[in-house]
């Protein structure tokens, strides 16, 4: 009927939709919460200029203009990949893009990066990790992707592609060959690489006038892995049904009747994962599963920069070709004589396990922080993920021919260093070079899939132990894929690792509950330093002590010089040496103008700490173990308690439970 509004089939007719945006726009909304609001719709204005920007179109004369006034615009993609993993100095150290305890295989990476990005023949590699499950191969490259996809939307990498090109190539191609020297003679400006057979169909004409050629259409491009620009990615499947074409695109049968040949430009998908990686980077998923004929593509492209596809002209590409595998993979590839010439193709980059406690504890934080454990606020209580770290770096050592494996680890962590020299230290990583330390082991996921577990099984609990995370890293071995189908020996030794990895947690707890005990521990622990000290230089010097109360003089008390030495194993026949040290260590620091500190000389701080634990050694045993403590035991729990979560990290219910369990083992001792 006349007049009458029609409905569409989203169950609203134009002017209906008018009258619902005017509904909405009229709606009043609340002062409070327009101002909550205006901050957050205060960024579109900025966002849609970004968008803007990135949008940009010009044409071929104006492009011209700005790669003259600015050559970086001109990059190669190796060019575009350093300047963006260097554009910051942390980008693989800190954020989700960092990859840590991996500064040597990073270093290389950035190297190699930079080579290509000079024009060496390392730009004409195959750049492949090698690495066990979980070593952060995957990690850097895709943090590399999201560094170029971040780098082509600033102004500095900005990046523009002729507007219809399928490959989104350097505009530059159209320059005749014939000119290009005497570009890089007057500007300084390199152009290497053809137009693709769909641009020669559209603008070979071009060259022959240039009042067209001006006119090409130019547009500014933002690298993207999702929307397929300038990033590709393989992953090898079933080689009787993965198809050649997934790389290196193929024709389009459909076409065949409106173009007739298979060579026509017009009848070609250029939609193979080499061809949308052009001007970026092309991941290869453990690449050493592809079919061999996969793999042969590359020797073209990285050789001569051209993907080459059965009876078709060759396309010209620019890219970094970054590939993954697991050890054994490549090891066997390795080995095979027939792989000769990918071989030497190749630049390898091993990604080993990292061998630092530190470095493997802050992988695990990263993890489980993106999990929605940190949205709950889950407490993990101090020496969980260092007791975790600690059974993965374990499983990754061998013990050697001077140092068991928990003492390799505390090496490479430096916390053990003080009496190594650089030959010592070069020693041990030569020895575990050898036996491929890193290569092995237990992966971070493991770790983490074992912490997840704990997580959900205390499920509204306040926090997480190294109790109940060493536990579930024992409970995981029979069911994970990385360790169920372990063999006996092997299994064998994993547990051996825990059980060295439960002895160093109870050491540790014992040694937080023991200091906190001790009321004010750095002042207490400070002034039995200098008392020590005053009586050593006195026996040094052949002089008496004099009290400062009384000033009454007295012989340097040997009973007290020794029951401290014996805290650090230090001999009867070694004491004068060892006093003599620690005075050379004095007056290094008096001449440093540094005032001497005894916690940086570990053997003198693990003494002044185990003659104050040792002191109280009898009352911590008796209030920490005590079932039903009475008021003076309670209020002295309570205090230690206190200290452990103001001073040391850890919360209410985890401090309580590792109060509980160093008493129940000084109990055991004693019995």
């Known amino acids: 009927m006349a007049g009458e509004r029609l409905s569409s089939s989203n169950g609203f007719g134009e002017d209906e939709n008018y009258d619902n945006e005017q509904a909405i726009l009229n709606q009043e909304i609340a002062p409070e919460e327009a101002r909550k609001s205006h901050a957050f719709f205060g960024k579109f204005d900025k966002y849609k200029d970004d968008q803007e920007k990135l949008n940009e179109k010009c044409n071929f004369e104006e492009y011209f203009e700005k790669a003259i006034e600015n050559p970086e615009v ?5 060019q575009t990949v350093y300047r963006a993993i260097t554009s910051r100095e942390d980008f693989f150290k800190t954020g989700k893009n960092a990859l840590y305890g991996a500064e040597e295989p990073t270093e290389r990476f950035i190297e190699i990066m930079r080579a290509g990005a000079k024009g060496l023949e390392i730009g004409k590699r195959i750049i492949l990790l090698a690495g066990p499950p979980g070593s952060g191969k995957s990690t850097l490259v895709n943090g590399t992707k999201r560094a170029i996809e971040e780098y082509s939307k600033t102004d500095e990498g900005a990046m523009y592609a ?13 320059i005749p060959k014939e000119l290009r020297e005497e570009l890089k003679e007057e500007h300084g400006i390199q152009v290497d690489g053809d137009l693709c057979p769909a641009c020669e169909e559209n603008y070979g004409k ?3 006038n240039p009042e067209v050629l001006k006119k090409v259409p130019i547009k500014r491009i933002a690298i993207s892995e999702k929307k397929r620009v300038g990033i590709g990615t393989f992953k090898p499947s079933d080689p009787k049904s993965q198809d050649i074409t997934e790389l290196i695109g193929g024709v389009d049968y459909s076409q065949l009747g409106d173009h007739g040949s298979a060579s026509d430009a017009k009848a070609y ?16 998923v453990e690449m050493l599963k592809s079919d061999p004929k996969f793999l042969y593509t590359l020797l073209d492209l990285t050789q001569d920069r051209v993907i080459k596809s059965p009876r078709f002209s060759n396309i010209h590409a620019d890219e970094v070709i970054l590939a993954h595998t697991n050890m054994a993979e490549y090891y066997d590839y390795r080995k095979n004589p027939k792989n000769e010439a990918l071989n030497d193709r190749m630049v390898v980059i091993e990604v080993p396990y990292t061998l630092k406690v530190s470095e493997e504890s802050k992988i695990h934080e990263k993890l489980i922080g993106q999990s929605d454990i940190a949205k709950d606020k889950v407490h993990i209580s101090p020496k969980t993920y260092e007791m975790a770290s600690t059974f993965g770096v374990l499983s990754r050592l061998k013990d050697g021919n ?7 680890l505390k090496i490479y962590d430096d916390q ?23 290569m092995h082991g237990v992966s971070p996921r493991y770790i983490i899939d074992s912490l997840s577990m704990a997580l959900s099984k205390n499920e509204g609990k306040e926090c997480l132990n190294p109790m109940d995370a060493i536990k579930a890293l024992k409970q995981n071995l029979d069911y994970h894929s990385h360790t169920s189908d372990l063999s006996e020996t092997d299994k064998a030794a994993i547990l051996e690792d825990i059980s060295t990895v439960w002895r160093e947690f109870n050491r540790q707890a014992e040694h937080d509950v023991k200091r906190a005990f001790v009321h004010s521990f750095d002042e207490t622990a400070q002034n039995l330093c200098d008392n020590y000290l005053n009586h050593v230089e006195a026996y040094r010097n052949k002089t008496t002590i004099i009290d400062p109360a009384t000033d009454q003089e007295y012989e340097p008390d040997e009973r007290l010089m020794r029951s401290i030495e014996e805290q650090a194993r230090i001999s009867e026949s070694g004491k004068d040496e060892y006093r003599k040290e620690i ?24 003494a002044i700490q185990n003659k104050l634990f040792n002191d109280l050694q009898d009352v911590i045993s008796l209030t920490t173990s005590a079932s039903v403590p009475n008021k003076d035991q309670k209020e002295r729990i309570e205090g230690v308690q206190k200290t452990m979560v103001e001073e040391q990290g850890y919360c209410e219910h ?3 439970a590792i109060i509980k369990h160093v008493g129940n083992n000084l109990n055991k001792s004693k019995s």
């Open 269 to 284: 998908r250029f939609d193979g994962e080499l061809n949308k990686a052009n001007r970026g980077a092309m991941e290869f």
């Open 654 to 656: 985890c401090a309580h």
């Open 206 to 208: 071009a060259f022959n």
């Open 74 to 78: 001109t990059r190669t993609a190796y």
């Open 583 to 606: 005075f050379i260590n004095i007056g290094a620091s008096a001449r440093k103008g540094e005032k001497f500190d005894y916690t940086k000389y570990p053997r003198l701080k693990e």
């Open 416 to 438: 053990e260093t003080h009496d190594l020299t650089r030959r010592d230290f070069d020693e041990i990583k030569a020895e575990d070079k050898k036996a491929k330390a890193g």
């Open 162 to 174: 002729i507007a219809d090109c399928p490959m989104h190539e350097e505009p530059l191609h159209l």
């Open 402 to 408: 001077k140092y068991k494996k928990i003492q390799k």
